[in-house]
């Protein structure tokens, strides 16, 4: 199972993916990161890791749809199973999104469909919910959307800060990713026809 991974930034769900696979001994690889800005810290830790590492700028193009036609060759040169987001923070065209229909996973710092978008920490906050979490889904071409695979809670606490919220789901984020690594590398996870997921072996 042939894995690339898109980041924008720290990369800590992208080095959980590595990790896991690696130490799961899965019949899984991570062909490549690929960051949409240079200075993506996470790059730094994939190369370090021995990962092939590449930068697609978005800067770099005049148009969105420029953009993902050149990041969308520089993914399909891996010829990857999958295309795991990890804290990529740029909106995919549908003609992205379509191209690796079934392919394409995210992980979205809240429990969809609540708060999509972004500052998922302030909107729980400013919510009152008592629970927040995290999905890990299908992309589709509408935001934050799509067949979900996995979720997690954490509790709010009273006091909160957003900062305190999102250090505290980041540890589910990373569990529930490495639950789902593990089952694509497993070819546990389908998509039925009514697009809902289906992963053989999880009550
Ligand atoms: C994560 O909270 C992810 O859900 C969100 O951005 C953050 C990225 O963190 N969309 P990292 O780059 O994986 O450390």
Redesign the pocket.
């Known amino acids: 199972c042939r894995i690339v991974v898109l980041?924008?930034?720290?990369?800590?769900?992208?080095?959980?993916i590595v990790n896991t696979v690696r130490e799961a001994g899965l019949s899984a690889r991570v062909c490549a990161v690929i960051a949409n800005k240079a200075d993506?810290?996470?790059l730094q830790w994939a190369h370090n890791n021995g990962i092939a590492t590449q930068v697609v700028a978005h800067r770099d193009y005049a148009t969105r749809d420029d953009f993902d036609a050149a990041l969308a060759e520089a993914v399909e040169a891996h010829a990857p199973q999958y295309v795991l987001?990890?804290?990529?923070?740029r909106v995919l065209t549908p003609g992205f999104v379509e191209r690796f229909n079934g392919r394409l996973i995210?992980?979205?710092?809240s429990l969809l469909p609540a708060f999509p978008g972004l500052h998922?920490h302030q909107q729980a906050l400013a919510t009152g919910v008592q629970w927040h979490g995290?999905t890990v889904h299908f992309v589709t071409p509408v935001l934050d959307h799509g067949p979900i695979i996995a979720q997690g809670m954490v509790p709010v606490l009273a006091g909160d800060t957003p900062d305190d919220l999102?250090a505290r789901?980041?540890q589910v984020?990373?569990r529930i990713y490495a639950d789902v690594v593990r089952w694509l590398a497993e070819g546990r996870v389908t998509l039925d026809s009514m697009q809902r997921v289906l992963v053989r072996g999880v009550d």
């Open positions: 980041i924008s930034g720290r990369g800590s769900n992208m080095q959980t993506a810290a996470g987001l990890a804290g990529f923070m995210n992980i979205h710092p998922t995290c999102a789901l980041l984020e990373h």
